[in-house]
């Protein structure tokens, strides 16, 4: 959860109540915040041994971005508590009709394809503003931004740049200005030398150090306004004199770039000259596609009346339940041609309202968890274990009294783990891939058990031999036919290291699982159900030292026979071995325990 710091003198007035801790640490915890820290309850001293201003340091939850500042929490409790309505935010043409443009060049697209933009006329900074103007960018960059990864904001004195802008992709050599706060005007490679061991702007060089282009935004006259994601320039810095706030955000992801830049806008149109209006930006992309940014209207969502109250063991009318959303920033109405149905408009800074459910939680927080009636559920239910756990218990217990000890890997691991590791070629139709992975050990969920015990005796192969392990547990596979296109499948997995093979080893202790699982051994040309084992050429496994598992079994489900082949076992070849930096022979085996259950 992030923290945020207030000034409570601030905040306080702006609540128009001085509250003790207890009191306000009640008042967070009514409107589903908390109160980390009360700073006035210690002593504090500057660096100059002056009394510092007491702060509230105010734990959010991570998915409401509209809290990440002082402004968002103080508007929020205001009208919580009834001292102000929800603001209406509203987009404003300039005077003269004619909006600003961004321009986005199609080299963009090789590094981050999308930009949205918007600018704060006669906007009033005081240097507490200011700070929490930085403030907030900083909590998004770490928050939704994911690190400035899938998107960056550039704030800019309008005054000092002059539009249409460009939004640009160029080499490394041909970019040239003085960055922020610096003297020396440096050309791309020169910043990234620049800023390599800074603490602050070093982590971020990442994103765009190996391309080839750098994202650039220039003014009309080629001055260099930022180079995204890393740093602005000094000609358009942001002063406390700064009077109209141009706003650019370039992203990898367009959707989070319009969260942030409306949760920016919604959260500092407050101290413009006409409060809450945000004047928009053009962006014109190379298809031609012309799109006008923020989008500020808020969208509509729907919920039932009865399932609010189902779930909250109310007995609340519409109109009721339109007042306590009221309080959240909800704009709500009933239905008109649907009384048990409410209407709410979501304003644009509230991203984190996606289901009926999330409507249901606001009703509850207005309407108070405390006072929320007790009661027992109207149903009785019997728990118990689904039958692949169960199952899967049984497995793990077995291991264990052969011997071997119970390892948990992460289920993420990088791509070469996945398949070049173990001699397996990427059909690309399998494998789970992260869009964004945040390094390079997590790019695919894993689709076999096996590196991630490989991994494990690898940490540990200092130990006496043989080493003896096993997994029970999930993978992940792509599955078109579902929902959500992918499905988890559980695994048996042990491995044995020692100063030989120990085929035997691993042979016998599948004989012993499988006469656990009451499977028997049956003959390949037969009709009788159970498994067989079968020579097969696995380029994980040695040549001539591995065998496939089959199975014919009846699918409890439809009734119907099946035979397929559900794992494998064999003494790994040399080169996977060395992959994974194991020093003696070893042996694995690996099965899909589902058609068991």
Same mark, same amino acid.
């Not at 000034?7 to 915890?29: G, H, I, M, P, V």
């Given at each position: 959860m992030p923290t945020v710091s207030v000034?409570?003198?601030?905040?306080?007035?702006?609540?128009?109540?001085?509250?003790?801790?207890?009191?306000?640490?009640?008042?967070?915890?009514?409107?589903?915040?908390?109160?980390?820290?009360?700073?006035?309850?210690?002593?504090?001293?500057?660096?100059?041994?002056?009394?510092?201003?007491?702060?509230?340091?105010?734990?959010?939850?991570?998915?409401?971005?509209?809290?990440?500042?002082?402004?968002?929490?103080?508007?929020?409790?205001?009208?919580?508590?009834?001292?102000?309505?929800?603001?209406?935010?509203?987009?404003?043409?300039?005077?003269?009709?004619?909006?600003?443009?961004?321009?986005?060049?199609?080299?963009?697209?090789?590094?981050?394809?999308?930009?949205?933009?918007?600018?704060?006329?006669?906007?009033?900074?005081?240097? +507490?503003? =200011?700070? &929490?103007?930085?403030? #907030?960018?900083?909590? %998004? /960059?770490?928050?939704?931004?994911?690190?400035?990864?899938?998107?960056?904001?550039?704030?800019?004195?309008?005054?000092?740049?002059?539009?249409?802008?460009?939004?640009?992709?160029?080499?490394?050599?041909?970019?040239?200005?003085?960055?922020?706060?610096?003297?020396?005007?440096?050309?791309?490679?020169?910043?990234? +030398?620049? =800023?390599? &061991?800074?603490?602050? #702007?070093?982590?971020? %060089? /990442?994103?765009?150090?190996?391309?080839?282009?750098?994202?650039?935004?220039?003014?009309?006259?080629?001055?260099?306004?930022?180079?995204?994601?890393?740093?602005?320039?000094?000609?358009?810095?942001?002063?406390?004199?700064?009077k109209n706030v141009f706003i650019e955000i370039t992203s990898t992801d367009e959707h989070k770039s319009n969260i942030v830049l409306n949760i920016l806008c919604a959260m500092f149109s407050e101290y413009c000259a006409e409060p809450f209006t945000v004047e928009p930006v053009e962006i014109v992309y190379p298809d031609g596609r012309v799109e006008q940014t923020p989008k500020l209207d808020p969208w509509r969502a729907t919920a039932k009346v009865d399932y609010i109250n189902s779930c909250t063991a109310l007995d609340l009318p519409g109109d009721e339940i339109c007042k306590l959303l009221e309080k959240m920033t909800l704009a709500a109405k009933v239905n008109p041609d649907d009384k048990n149905e409410v209407l709410v408009d979501v304003p644009p800074t509230r991203w984190d309202i996606l289901h009926a459910a999330d409507i249901m939680e606001d009703v509850a927080i207005s309407y108070g968890y405390d006072n929320l009636p007790r009661k027992m559920p109207g149903v009785n239910t019997v728990a118990s274990a689904l039958p692949t756990n169960k199952l899967s218990d049984h497995v793990r217990r077995e291991l264990a009294m052969s011997a071997f000890t119970e390892v948990a890997p992460l289920i993420l691991c990088s791509h070469d783990e996945n398949f070049k590791f173990l001699n397996r070629v990427d059909d690309n139709t399998t494998a789970i891939k992260l869009a964004n992975p945040k390094t390079a050990e997590y790019q695919v969920v894993r689709t076999s058990l096996l590196p991630g015990v490989l991994k494990t005796i690898n940490s540990n192969k200092k130990l006496p031999l043989p080493i003896k392990v096993f997994e029970v547990s999930d993978i992940g596979l792509k599955d078109e036919s579902r929902e959500r296109r992918t499905r988890n499948e559980r695994h048996v997995c042990a491995a044995y290291m020692s100063k030989t093979s120990g085929f035997e080893v691993i042979h016998g202790l599948l004989n012993r699982l499988m006469e656990m699982l009451n499977t028997h051994l049956v003959a390949k040309d037969g009709n009788a159900l159970g498994y067989w084992i079968q020579e097969s050429e696995n380029p994980t496994y040695f040549p001539g030292r591995s065998a496939d598992i089959h199975l014919r079994y009846v699918n409890e489900e439809t009734g119907e026979r099946k035979q397929e082949i559900v794992g494998s076992f064999g003494v790994l070849h040399p080169t996977v071995l060395e992959n994974f930096e194991l020093t003696h022979p070893t042996t694995a085996l690996e099965f899909n325990l589902e058609p068991f259950v």
């Open positions: 000034d409570k003198q601030r905040l306080f007035e702006a609540l128009e109540r001085n509250y003790t801790s207890e009191e306000f640490n009640e008042l967070c915890f009514r409107f589903g915040i908390e109160l980390e820290e009360d700073t006035s309850e210690r002593e504090a001293d500057d660096e100059n041994g002056v009394p510092e201003r007491p702060e509230l340091k105010i734990d959010i939850p991570a998915n409401r971005y509209d809290l990440l500042c002082e402004e968002g929490i103080s508007r929020a409790l205001r009208i919580f508590e009834g001292k102000m309505d929800a603001p209406n935010y509203r987009l404003v043409k300039p005077a003269g009709g004619q909006l600003e443009k961004i321009i986005v060049k199609p080299e963009t697209a090789q590094i981050r394809p999308y930009v949205v933009g918007a600018i704060l006329r006669n906007i009033t900074f005081t240097q +507490e503003r =200011y700070q &929490s103007f930085i403030d #907030l960018q900083d909590k %998004l /960059h770490n928050n939704i931004c994911r690190k400035r990864t899938l998107a960056s904001m550039g704030t800019h004195d309008l005054d000092t740049i002059q539009g249409p802008f460009t939004y640009e992709a160029l080499p490394h050599k041909d970019i040239k200005f003085i960055p922020l706060n610096q003297t020396k005007e440096v050309d791309g490679d020169e910043l990234m +030398e620049l =800023y390599d &061991s800074d603490k602050h #702007l070093g982590k971020f %060089l /990442h994103i765009i150090r190996d391309s080839p282009v750098y994202p650039v935004v220039f003014d009309a006259n080629r001055t260099v306004c930022s180079l995204p994601p890393i740093i602005n320039s000094e000609h358009s810095k942001i002063k406390l004199s700064t």
